[in-house]
């Protein structure tokens, strides 16, 4: 639990948020109230409205949070296509494992909590720049064939992120080997090898 001393140094609305992640990954994004944040952040009930206006704010803010995060981590992880675009296009796909797993609470407020994205300016910009981490890989990985050939690069960003989230939903969560005997790392990187190869981007 955040430590009281430290909201007199204007810290309370960080710790809500830090609160809010633990919440949601005990109880599911629907589920948490947001006097059991304050609870769990050690304030009263009235203190998050001192930075929030209720609690899709705080949900918001959230998602957010990990949207930033998240970003981060798919554009380091591309590093610029180096030092082969298809092994940095891999290594996207493990930080977004490894993000899902490490960062859970953060996860399901960003893709399972029905908030509306488009409806916070702030929280767009921090999911546009997540998802064009993946259109300029997929614009890399497009550079090999010639332009009347070459795909859609946000579909193809926009099929890999869909597959990326099913293989966190149905075999990164849980027991492992519970659904699969296959872990989830190689469930993403055969299957996103089996569609880029469909599409010309890699060779046999």
Do not use: C
Request: glycine letters at 10%; proline letters at 6%.
């Amino acid at each position: 639990m955040p430590d009281r001393k430290t909201y007199h140094h204007g810290n309370l609305r960080q710790a809500l948020v830090e609160a809010t992640a633990v919440l949601i990954q005990e109880t599911g994004p629907l589920a948490f109230t947001l006097s059991e944040a304050a609870r769990r952040a050690g304030v009263s009930p009235a203190a998050p409205y001192r930075h929030f206006k209720g609690r899709e704010d705080l949900l918001e803010e959230v998602a957010r949070q990990g949207f930033v995060d998240f970003g981060t981590r798919l554009e380091q992880a591309f590093d610029d296509g180096r030092p082969r675009p298809l092994t940095a296009f891999m290594r996207m796909g493990q930080a977004y494992l490894d993000f899902a797993a490490e960062q859970p609470g953060y996860y399901m407020a960003m893709f399972e909590s029905g908030i509306s994205i488009a409806g916070n300016a702030d929280l767009a910009a921090a999911s546009d720049r997540a998802q064009q981490a993946l259109i300029r890989a997929a614009e890399t990985m497009a550079e090999r064939l010639p332009p009347g050939r070459r795909p859609p690069v946000r579909m193809v960003a926009n099929h890999i992120w869909a597959l990326s989230h099913g293989v966190v939903e149905l075999f990164l969560r849980g027991k492992p080997g519970g659904r699969s005997s296959i872990g989830a790392s190689e469930m993403l990187e055969s299957g996103a090898i089996i569609y880029l190869r469909g599409l010309g981007l890699i060779g046999e």
